[in-house]
């Protein structure tokens, strides 16, 4: 099944990958490793999961500015999503993107979009094929 | 801008601002009179922070006058105060890129001890949550939160999005507090770290402080902004915009005792014997600060370590009216362009510290898992010339 969803464009660019979707707001200073991409806040529903080459779906960001400049290390690093997908960017997540040059798009339903779904960024355009439910 | 005909900085700085007007859906960029630099430290930045600001300074440069927060290390004395050469290194290269986009290396947290002093109703783009607050309450500047990032784009672009504390509507008190008449910088950091803790965002609006110091408006302001997302307060009788807000029954009361100001203290406070570091300048401290200090030494040479932080400028002027040369000669250090937070604390050796900051306190022991003990200024003498 394919879902087509309009979001808002908070960087420009298109990626395709698989979506790594969670309902909880994401810090990426203290909460994501930037040696390895791990999310390593306790407690966290995607704790011990690797963003790399996801496409990030959360609802937006927390925490200190200082995670503008986690995303640019991830990045650099090779270690960074693929895309961001968010329901509500605040400025930590939109500088971040713009610096480390991800594509990222807010004002989307997120919660059509699940863990293993695969998704197209396009501008503002996001298409979901929803992962095949097991049996 | 946009488009990149003035080169990668402008693009890359338009780009941050048209974003973070959208999602706040400012109607309009304006202009602003002056920006606050924080994100200077390498011990935060690291490499690729690096990398990012050399890059802007290849072909950018900022249009309005602009400071700098401080770094990881006084830039004169590093060597003193035990920073390790690699670490220094990589600092300079920070503080290279910035002066090459035009800034001025002012680096306290305290711009408006420094110069950088914009006067009521100014429009500026401030990072450095104390400075932020300060600004908007005792000079009546106008200022959002900004980042490190955001600043430094609207530094480039000498402009911000219209949105948040730049609207009037944005800057009437939300929540009345009734406050215990303050008596020390101490006090007035533990009342703003208590009410920005129970507020968490919002503008409060103070009675009953009594006559309440420059010194001390700082301190509540850095209390504030440090265990909440607060930007603005007034205090009645005292902050430039109070009068506009005296006729107002907000919805909500708080009442703060002097009782609650003392467990506030005790929450984020063990008890110490034998620190490693006493210091204030959490701000940076002022010129008023370091005289009273001075008197309360009363001739008393010190026993053990203590640091005054303070900007350059305020080292200066005491340089200049003979205070600098009494301190030191009872064994005080006045240190520049750093502090105990942004600096690499643990590789100082730096474990136990008795100060005076609310918000020390609280980044000391989250960042650097220091040991703390708050004591009000005229207490934490007495330890040091034990």
Redesign the interface.
Known sequence: MRIVLEGRVIREGRAEGEALATRQPISFYGGVDPETGRIIERGHELEGEVIADKILVFPYGKGSTVGSYILLRLRRRGLAPKAIVNQRCEPIIAVGAIIAEIPCVDEVDISVISRGDIVKVEGARVEVWKRRQSP | MLAGEHGYAAQ?AM??LV??G??YGAERLIEIRSAQI??VSYA??????L??LLKLAEDGKVRVPTTLNPCGMDLEEWAEMGVPEDFADKQLKVIEAYLKLGIEPTLTCTPYLAGNIPGLGDHVAW?ESSAVIYANSVLGARTNRE????AL?AAIAGRTPLYGLHLDENRAPTMLIRAPRISSELEASALGYRVGRMLGSGVPFFKGLGAVSRDQLKALGAGLASSGGIALFHVEGITPEAHRYSGMHAEEEIEVTEKDLREEIELLSESLEDPDLIFIGCPHASIEELTELYLLLGGRRIGRRLWVFASRAVKAQAEKIGLLEKLEELGVKVYCDTCPVVAPLRRLGVKTIITNSSKAAYYLRNIHGVRVQLKPLQELVEDAVR
């Open positions: 890359k780009e941050i974003a973070l959208k999602i924080s994100g935060n930045l690291g490499e690729e922070g990398e990012f990072s980042g490190g990032p955001s784009a």
